[in-house]
């Protein structure tokens, strides 16, 4: 079993911009956000209209158990 304890982004972000991040779980093959509940399969060029923040997938991927379905993690 595997375990991701803690994810630590570092980041500069110069004012009035945001970063969104979008996640693969399988070698970059297909592409997904964090819609609160579940993982959800979208675009690379929706990443600006629901990529998750940095804050949210940091706080997702503490304490995440990894799946047997997630081959590679990217994000």
Do not use: A, C
Not at 24 to 36: A, E, I, L, P, R
Not at 47 to 73: A, H, P
């Amino acid at each position: 079993m595997v375990k991701i304890n803690t994810l630590t982004i570092n980041h500069s972000m110069p004012e009035n911009t945001d970063i969104r991040i979008l996640v693969s779980f399988d070698n970059k093959q297909t592409w997904q956000y964090y819609n609160g509940t579940e993982f959800i399969i979208t675009s690379l060029d929706d990443i600006n209209t629901i990529g998750n923040t940095i804050s949210e997938i940091q706080s997702l991927f503490t304490d995440y158990q990894v799946k047997n379905t997630d081959t590679i993690f990217d994000i």
